[in-house]
């Protein structure tokens, strides 16, 4: 498509500015019958409220009554004479006592939060980008001097991506097609593929959706992504949407805490999450060594998720999320510069990783398991964790150890972002974790590369083709990103999940595993 063309969706006719008047809503034509529609649902979603309210006020207009014509009074003085007042007394306190309880139970009760569904991005088959390929264009492209083409070589070689991984054709194209335009069409591939399929998963309508969540850091168009989303699957006019921008690899865990906490707020609400990463305008074209390391990285994908608070939706859920925990290190100069957007000194746009980024990264992740541990660990844990506290700093034994809890007494299942190769190293080494807990991380970065947020999805999508996950297992996704920031994602499955993802499927079966090590399926 050249630049000039209009883009998809836009209008033919352009806008006069200044002669066209902002149209009068109170002078015009008979209000739309899908706006009644929306108060008619609004008036039954609060219908028990709205029948309650004046029984409730024609009970204390009935005591008021009572109260002045002396039949309160009356019933006292029976009930003196009788000697009931004490009866009485215990029984209309314990009745305001029962009816506080219960309010106070209905009120401050959270809400539950389903993942209902959810779906990874699986890009067209030509959009695979090999090793060779990868080089031969880099070479071809005459940005990069010969010491940056052996630099990239050697990054792709250690960093554990295979030679299936997916870029977007505007960066495979010869010469590279960087515009707003390809970027906008690397979003819709990814953004509307993937909200379909988890839409057409769950059986939910697009004006069915109430709250919708998109973050992607490096691309922030106007209109916005969700803008987007909203224009292209006709959503309704009220349906609240949040673009979330800048905050990194981490930002789909964000993007699920966001949603936790409108959906605490906002009642028999249903909401869409989308997690995605532009690469189109964010190549680098330089060469600072430091700024090329997300070109051999960073891959083409993105993932969809459907969560609700309906209680009527439980029987139909895949998981409950426990837990969300999200630690941020940005007041440090050091965390918050690891990971920056900026230019290189000719000029050229990218994103600099520092060489101290796994040291960084290492930091906050004991911070924030130090946090999220108390939630999740066992008691027996917990007390072994203390005993070990208490005797290095209080009673200052030299030759004590730190103790590191066993999380795999807590999880099941481990979805670490594939940020690369030394990222799911770090963790399962930290964590002493076993290769088979993180080998779905290795198979999703073998496979599909950092993908960014998305990447706790396609890790998790993995897991369900590969191995299946059983009722009452619990899932730990953790993932960083730029500020800098660590954050966890807890779940629980609330029934059997044996999906077969399309993003693991090979004519039709399960792909193989990268690392060798084998991947048993979960029995229905």
């Known amino acids: 498509m050249s630049g000039r063309s209009r883009p998809e969706g836009a209008p033919q006719t352009s806008v006069n500015l200044d002669n066209e008047k902002v149209p009068d809503y109170r002078h015009g034509g008979p209000i739309a019958l899908k706006y009644v529609k929306r108060g008619y649902h609004v008036l039954c979603s609060h219908g028990l409220t709205l029948l309650l309210m004046p029984l409730a006020a024609m009970g204390l207009l009935e005591l008021a009554n009572m109260l002045k014509n002396g039949d309160l009074q009356s019933m006292w003085a029976v009930a003196r004479q009788t000697n009931l007042t004490f009866n009485m007394v215990s029984f209309v306190l314990s009745c305001l006592a029962l009816a506080f309880v219960a309010a106070a139970y209905v009120f401050t009760r959270s809400r539950p939060v389903y993942l ?16 060779d390929y990868f080089m031969q264009h880099s070479r071809n492209s005459k940005a990069f001097t010969q010491e940056s083409l052996d630099f990239q070589e050697k990054v792709l070689a250690r960093s554990g991506l295979g030679e299936e991984t997916y870029l977007p054709e505007s960066i495979m194209a010869s010469p590279p097609n960087i515009s707003m335009e390809t970027a906008r069409q690397e979003a819709n591939l990814v953004l509307f593929s993937s ?3 988890v839409l057409r998963a769950t059986g939910t309508k697009p004006q069915a959706v109430d709250i919708l969540i998109v973050n992607c850091s490096l691309f922030n168009p106007t209109p916005s992504l969700s803008a987007m989303i909203v224009n292209h699957f006709k959503m309704r006019s009220n349906v609240m949407t949040y673009n979330l921008s800048g905050m990194g690899c981490s930002a789909g865990v964000i993007s699920i805490g966001l949603a936790q906490q409108l959906l605490q707020v906002f ?74 957007q900026k230019e290189d000194g000719t000029g050229k746009p990218g994103v600099f990783l520092s060489k101290d980024l796994m040291r960084i990264a290492g930091h906050a992740l004991k911070a924030n398991i130090t946090t999220l ?56 080494k930290q964590l002493e974790l076993r290769p088979d807990n993180v080998g779905p ?12 947020s998305a990447s706790i999805w ?31 994602a807890v779940w629980r499955a609330l029934r059997n999940v044996n999906d077969r993802h399309e993003a693991w499927l090979e004519d039709g079966r399960p792909s193989g595993s990268a690392t060798g090590t084998p991947t048993p399926t979960l029995k229905a």
């Open 267 to 340: 009642p028999n609400s249903t909401c869409l999450v989308v997690s995605t990463e532009n690469i189109t305008q964010n190549w680098y074209f330089g060469n600072d060594k430091s700024m090329l390391i997300p070109n051999c990285l960073f891959r083409l994908g993105g993932a969809a998720m459907l969560l609700s608070n309906k209680r009527t939706d439980r029987w139909r859920a895949k998981y409950e999320l426990l837990h969300v925990v999200r630690t941020h290190m940005g007041q440090d100069d050091a965390h918050y510069g690891c990971v920056y």
């Open 441 to 452: 991380s290795r198979e999703t970065l073998f496979r599909y590369g950092n993908v960014s």
């Open 116 to 131: 209902l569904n959810f779906h990874t991005f699986k890009p067209p088959a030509h959009l695979k980008m090999t090793s």
């Open 195 to 197: 909200v379909e399929e």
């Open 458 to 488: 396609y890790v998790l999508s993995n897991i369900e083709t590969k191995r299946g996950v059983r009722r009452g297992e619990r899932i730990w996704q953790i993932a960083f990103g730029s500020g800098f920031k660590c954050n966890s």
């Open 373 to 428: 541990g108390p939630l999740v660990l066992p008691i027996s844990e917990q007390l072994l964790f203390f005993a070990n506290l208490v005797a290095r700093k209080f009673l200052r034994l030299k030759n004590v150890r730190p103790y590191i809890p066993d999380f795999k007494l807590a999880f099941e299942h481990f979805c670490i972002h594939t940020g690369g190769r030394g990222v799911i190293d770090a963790i399962e």
